[in-house]
Structure formats: structure tokens, C-alpha cells
């Protein structure tokens, strides 16, 4: 019975180490007598008891690692401080279990001597606009060396910049003045462009008055011509009216006896003035000859036409 139970054990034993199962995304290194043998695959794998160990086991997950703050010293001897993560991941189990040491604290050291090196490259503000460049450059130091120890880096990311209270205070007194600055020329650009405006609409409504007073007197032209023309053409049509009269069968009568009317009221009109002193011809018969000359000039005229 004792024996059964010795053969249990030793039968338990043997298959605990002869047989291993590997997580997912898990990658365990064999080794056969203190020499690298194998690196087992996820799923169901058999060793050889006893001769067959697993040193090493490794996840082959991208890994985070929180890279400790530091302080750096820009290219204008300012310093900052900061912090970053680093994501990594295993490639290489082999290479990983006997290529360092401790891989982990590898990569970490290379990240911040990488990043303490970029930044003292660059100068304060550069540091602030620049974190790509800054992340690319650690990424690019620490993955070439990183490969002799079965490790991929994937990407670093700065966290945080922090530099000194002083810098900051005069950061902030820049950073204020400057928009003090882009508010003053924001202010000054509209002043300008209100200007511009008024003037513009100075000019249009100066414009426009003389284009109305130019119309007006245009049309003030056009109607005197207007009212001179009608009025000629109605002198012309009167004259023309009392010529055709005159020639008719006692025209001529007609116009003496309106020229005697014309000269008895104009005797009238002297002899009403108290002013004016009145001569009276001594004969009558001057009136007489005064009426024959004025019908003479009516009669040339009718000769000349």
C-alpha cells in the first residue's frame, strides 16, 4: 500500500513537471541543464523531468512603464522638470531572459539619459512646441539599443513640463503682454477701418449731392429753353396772326385806328403825370402825319415780307 502511494507521488510529480501549460500571449523559456533550450508556446507542452526547467517567463503584451520625473537643462541653461511613460514590448523572449540583466530597468535608465540629451538640444520655448520631435527622438535612441534585448519600443510620451516659478511668472507676463499687444492692434485696425468707412461715405454722399445738383440745373436748363421756345413760337404765332389779319379787306383801317389808340392813351398817360410837362402840337394834323408815318412802316414791312 505504501508503494502505491510512493508510485502516486512520484507519477504526480513527474507530470507537474513534464507537462506545462502556457497562458496566451505569454512566452516561457526552457532551459536543459543550465543551457537555453526552448521557449515554449502558448498551449500544451511537454518537458523532460528533471533536466528540463523554465527559467524564465515573460508577457508579450505592450507593457507601460512610468519613467521617473528628472530634471533637464535646455540650451539656454534653463532647467525643467520632467516626467514621461514608455510603452514597450517583448519580441525576443530569448534575448529578454540573457540579454540583460534586468531589461526593465535598462529601458528606463536609457529613456531618461535619451530625453535629458534631446532637451539639452533645444531651447526653452522649443521644448513646449516641439513634443513630437521630443517623443520620436527618445523613441528612436532607446529602440536601437533596446533590440539586443528582445525589446520593442513602441512610443514615449512626455507628461509633463514643468519649469521653474520664476519662468513661469515670466512666461505668464509674456504671454500677457502679448495679447495686451494683439488687443491694442485689434483696436487700432478697427479705429482705421471706421475711418476709412466715414470717409468712403463722406465721399458717396458728396458725390451724389453734386450728381443731384448737377441734374437739377440741367433740368432748370432744359426748362427755361422750353419756356423760351414756347414763348417764342407763340410771338412768331402772333405775329403771324396779325399779319394775315392786315391783309385781309380792312386790315390796314384796323391798324390805324390801334396806333391812334395806342398814341390818345399814351398823351393820356403823359398828361396824368404831374411831372411831366405836356406839349401839345398846335396843330392836329401832326397827329394826323405821326399815324400816316407809323402805317408807312407797317406798309414796308409788308413789302419786305
Known amino acids: 500500500m505504501e508503494i502505491a502511494i510512493l508510485l502516486l507521488v512520484a507519477a504526480a510529480i513527474f507530470i507537474t513537471r513534464a507537462v506545462k501549460v502556457v497562458p496566451q500571449q505569454t512566452a516561457w523559456v526552457v532551459e536543459r541543464l543550465g543551457k537555453y533550450q526552448a521557449t515554449l508556446a502558448p498551449g500544451l507542452n511537454i518537458l523532460v523531468p528533471f533536466i528540463d526547467r523554465v527559467a524564465y517567463k515573460h508577457s508579450l503584451k505592450e507593457i507601460p512603464l512610468d519613467v521617473p520625473s528628472q530634471v533637464c537643462i535646455t540650451r539656454d541653461n534653463t532647467q525643467l522638470q520632467v516626467d514621461g511613460i514608455l510603452y514597450f514590448q517583448v519580441t525576443d523572449p530569448m534575448r529578454a531572459s540573457y540579454g540583460s540583466s534586468n531589461y526593465i530597468m535598462a529601458v528606463t535608465q536609457l529613456a531618461q539619459t535619451s530625453l535629458r540629451s534631446v532637451i539639452g538640444k533645444l531651447e526653452l520655448d522649443k521644448t513646449f512646441e516641439e513634443r513630437d520631435m521630443i517623443n520620436a527622438s527618445v523613441v528612436s535612441a532607446i529602440d536601437e539599443a533596446a533590440l539586443n534585448w528582445g525589446v ?154
Open 152 to 305: 520593442k519600443v513602441l512610443r514615449y510620451e512626455i507628461k509633463d513640463l514643468t519649469p521653474p516659478a520664476e519662468i513661469l511668472r515670466a512666461m505668464q507676463a509674456q504671454i500677457t503682454a502679448e495679447r495686451e499687444k494683439r488687443a491694442l492692434i485689434a483696436a487700432s485696425e478697427g479705429k482705421r477701418q471706421e475711418q476709412i468707412n466715414l470717409a468712403e461715405g463722406a465721399r458717396a454722399a458728396f458725390i451724389a449731392k453734386s450728381e443731384g445738383e448737377k441734374q437739377a440745373q440741367i433740368n432748370n436748363a432744359q426748362g427755361e429753353a422750353a419756356a423760351i421756345t414756347s414763348v417764342a413760337d407763340a410771338t412768331a404765332g402772333a405775329i403771324e396772326r396779325i399779319a394775315a389779319a392786315i391783309r385781309q379787306p380792312g386790315g390796314e383801317q384796323a391798324v390805324q385806328l390801334k396806333v391812334a389808340e395806342r398814341a390818345v392813351d399814351a398823351y393820356g398817360k403823359v398828361a396824368a403825370d404831374a411831372t411831366t410837362t405836356l406839349i401839345v402840337p398846335g396843330n392836329m394834323t401832326e397827329v394826323s402825319a405821326l399815324i400816316a408815318s407809323a402805317m408807312k412802316m407797317v406798309n414796308t414791312g409788308k413789302a419786305g415780307a
